[in-house]
């Protein structure tokens, strides 16, 4: 996920055959829905055009940024694999998520199989008779050693549903066909498809798409005019836009949202019809929040986060400054784009204090150690997990709002957090095309303050009460301890 999601490949139409390590090879997918049975039907017709006697195929066991290990084989069944003629070849499973193909000697093998999909998470597939959600990394496999193969998709899409949305370009004069430069960036655009709510629009030069699976109120709620707002906002920041498109999809009721390279999944409140304000800024958070990742966390990265690993966890120790940091900036941009008060501003972020003062677990584990054992603790319920864990996303923006004010401090109101977060994007995806290590993020870090934040670094590395009144006072800030809400001093 570096330097290879850019402008350029998406607008390249490339083919679907590859030559990597001098084997030529193609894969192209069709795609058959069962709308009933709630089965995506997969066909997938393999061709090694340079003698190979095998070919491996893996399917990932977790999709980036829901850090978690899925085992989406676990909905894989009915695998058959035959030659041109139809007649059975040999094969075997390898592994959780593995399948050892014999070639027969003109190298084409057509590969079947099926994958239940009922899942109602934002990194799983599921159908009905309405609508499909593909979240690409539990339905397609890829060639062992060929990750950046070019690979065709073909759906078969009901008559009866008029929508389809996703963040990769359809290729041109092929009905719901989809051609991805590699799996990466694949696995990295999920699909809608139904009766939804579409709605294209320019801004600022780039393409947007709204795919929305419950609009009831949508035009009234002025949406698409907010998320305008935030988009401006937000690239305002880093100063540049790594797409050419951009898709957001909302679905139905439900928990969750997924960034993605050009995209972003979410389960929403189930309409534009809010309780209050409340409620409307929470989705409007939650809408900035999956924005801002295409910057932190998809460009501005942890080195360990791409090109992924998809057969086993990827540990990091900076996930609270990817997830935590994109909370305070989710707050920020909001504000900043006219779309909430000062004080609103704030009560987003009081938010996650408050809930960051529930967990006991902050006096056993530091920020740093909970971004790297998140692997053991993501969706955690266990009876004691308050007692020994913290949550990055609630004690993340707090951080983020401290160290943004101790950068403003010492630069003598020169620089902020935001031009951290340029340093970052420039010097690591646009000039390096790759992630940081976390020296070279905490020396970015001292380099943009123009003095040490070692004393920062504390904060994330140690389990510690923070003394935010040191931080917030001298800014004109006042934390309320009993309601844990931070207010500006009037
Ligand atoms: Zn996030």
């Not at 041109?84 to 000697?105: A, F, M, Q």
């Not at 430069?181 to 009766?195: H, K, R």
């Not at 070692?454 to 006072?473: A, G, Q």
Request: aromatic share 14%; hydrophobic share 35%; with cysteine.
């Amino acid at each position: 996920m570096k330097h290879i999601f850019t402008l350029i490949l998406f607008a390249l139409v490339l083919p679907s055959t590859t030559v990597a390590n001098g084997i030529h090879s193609s894969m192209r997918y069709t795609v058959d829905l069962d709308t009933v049975g709630k089965y995506l039907n997969v066909e997938l017709e393999y061709t090694s055009t340079a003698p190979s006697p095998e070919v491996l195929l893996k399917m990932p066991v977790w999709a980036p940024g829901y850090y978690m290990i899925q085992n989406f084989p676990k909905h894989l069944c009915d695998f058959t694999a035959t030659d041109s003629e139809g007649r059975s070849i040999k094969w075997t499973k390898e592994g959780k998520n593995g399948w050892r193909i014999v070639l027969p000697d003109n190298g084409k093998a057509k590969v079947r199989y099926r994958i239940f999909a009922d899942e109602y998470d934002v990194a799983s597939s599921r159908i009905d008779s309405k609508a499909a959600f593909i979240a690409p990394n539990g339905v397609f496999m890829y060639e062992e050693g060929k990750k950046d193969s070019p690979v065709t998709i073909s759906y078969t899409v009901p008559s009866n549903w008029k929508s389809v949305s996703t963040g990769l370009l359809p290729d041109k004069g092929k009905l719901h066909t989809y051609t991805s430069p590699n799996f990466d960036v694949l696995y990295d655009s999920p699909l809608l498809m139904g009766n939804h709510l579409v709605k294209k629009f320019r801004h600022e030069g780039h393409d947007y798409e709204l795919a929305l699976e419950t609009p009831d109120g949508f035009e009234e709620s002025g949406f698409e005019d907010c998320f305008r707002k935030i988009v401006s906002t937000a690239t305002q920041i880093v100063q540049d836009v790594p797409y050419s498109n951009y898709t957001l999809i909302h679905m139905g009721k439900g928990l969750g949202g997924l960034e993605h390279l050009n995209s972003q999944a979410c389960y929403t409140d189930g309409s534009f019809r809010f309780n209050d304000r409340s409620e409307w800024l929470n989705y409007l958070a939650l809408t900035a929040h999956e924005y801002f990742h295409l910057y932190n966390v998809k460009t501005i990265r942890p080195i360990e986060l791409g090109p992924f690993d998809y057969d086993r966890e990827v540990f990091t120790p900076l996930l609270w400054f990817s997830e935590g940091i994109t909370c305070y900036y989710e707050a920020q941009i909001l504000h900043r784009a006219g779309l909430a008060t000062e004080e609103e501003m704030y009560e987003l972020i009081s938010k996650y204090m408050r809930m960051d003062e529930r967990y006991e677990g902050h006096h056993h584990q530091s920020l740093r150690q909970t971004s790297y054992d998140i692997w053991l603790t993501f969706l955690n319920e266990d009876k004691n997990y308050k007692d020994v864990t913290i949550n990055y996303y609630f004690r993340g923006p707090a951080v983020g709002l401290i160290m943004d004010l101790e950068i403003q401090r010492l630069s003598n109101k020169k620089h902020s957090l935001d031009d951290l977060m340029r340093l970052l994007y420039n010097r690591y995806h646009k000039a390096q095309g790759r992630g940081f290590n976390e020296e070279e993020f905490w020396t970015a870090v001292d380099e943009v303050a123009g003095a040490s934040m070692s004393h920062i670094r504390y904060i994330v590395d140690n389990p510690v009460d923070i003394d935010y009144e040191k931080y917030l006072t001298p800014a004109g800030l006042i934390l309320d301890r009993n309601t844990w809400t931070i207010k500006p001093h009037n």
